[in-house]
């Protein structure tokens, strides 16, 4: 991080043109990016003798409080707020991809046929795109999710978007939709023991369920922030520890993919996210302490870390808060956030024997963010 911030901040402080509009040097390709307010570090620095040994003390005053410089485009913006809803109806649909489930060649060891996954907050979202993943690499799917409704209709377009892109299959994966509460250890119990009722036995997880609010730290509702850490953090270690439960006591191999997010790595800005970026970094280290302890067992753990991707409900956010692409989108090297499929390949890698000697890894599939 010591190494991020020293380039960020030289890059911030490259000499520049005297004036108070500054513009960035762009291809033929890309338009161009103004940024106001911002006063050229070298105005700071005033012609002085060279014997003077004051004349650097300037630098030093980049990051006075409150007062606008090089370093606010990397600050949280207090104003920034978004209030997770508590009915989970309330939050916008998601649609299976389109166009994903034709066959081409590949590695027969990214197939995950006779496997039974279970993908956690699996009705929308990251999480319904990565369960048809399995579903179209041939896995059967139990999808977890709050919202049980919302469930059983993706379940069902699963299927149907199966048998439109595989006409004439014979071997149709059997998808089902289940309720949990997934920080409450009763519900997950009862979750995991209706699906094995069903399928007969759970081969992996993928831990998708999770959800971020904005809020400045000292007027975070602390009742918020413990359900926050209680789906992000208590979710992800229950299902995982009932997971390999089961498959200790069958004595079989299995995989489990941890959905972390680069916020388990970086501080995201302008929206402030304390909690999250927390909660996300303990899920980031779950996976790889609880990699080790069950590699003997044959259960591998790894975490995949997405970027800004553009699901349904991230669409809202931006439809409300126009201004926060532009930003998020200025610190993305790719130039562009990513698409929820663009982890369809992913989470079928880890799940599959491909990665058969990967445990405690973690992908980032962020365009490069957490790179700079």
Known sequence: MFRTSIIRQATRAAVRPSTSTLTARTSPLTRTRTFTNLTPLHDKVSPDDPKDETR????????????????????????????????????????????RGRHLRT????????????????????????????????????IVDMNKEEGEKQAAALVEEFKRENPGARDVPKVTAHYADVSSPDSVQHALDEIIAAHGKIDNLVTSAGFTENFPAVEYPYDRVQKLWGVNVDGTWLFATGVARHLMERRQP????????????????????????AAKAAVRHLASSLAVEWAHAGVRVNCISPGYMLTALTKKILDDNPELAEKWISLIPAGKMGRP????????????????????????????????
Not at 58 to 72: C, L, M, N, P
Not at 116 to 125: E, I, K, L, Q, W
Not at 348 to 372: I, K, P, Q
Request: hydrophobic share 35%.
């Open 56 to 99: 650097h003390d300037k630098f030093t005053t980049a990051a006075t409080v409150d007062t606008g410089h090089e370093g606010t485009a990397s600050r949280t913006d207090d104003s920034f707020r978004y209030e997770h809803p508590d009915d989970e109806s309330e939050l916008p649909a998601s649609k299976p991809v389109q166009g």
């Open 107 to 142: 590695l027969a060891s990214f197939s995950l046929e006779d496997k039974v996954g279970v993908v956690t907050g699996g009705a929308r979202g990251l999480g319904l795109v990565m369960s048809q993943a399995m579903v179209v690499s041939g896995a059967d799917v139990a």
């Open 254 to 277: 299995g995989s489990i993919v941890m959905i972390g997010s680069m916020s388990g790595a970086i501080v995201n800005v302008p929206q402030p996210q304390a909690p999250y970026n």
């Open 341 to 372: 499929e663009d982890l369809m390949g992913a989470v079928t890698f880890l799940l599959s024997d491909a990665s058969g000697y990967m445990t405690g890894s973690e992908l980032r599939v962020d365009g490069g963010y957490t790179c700079t």
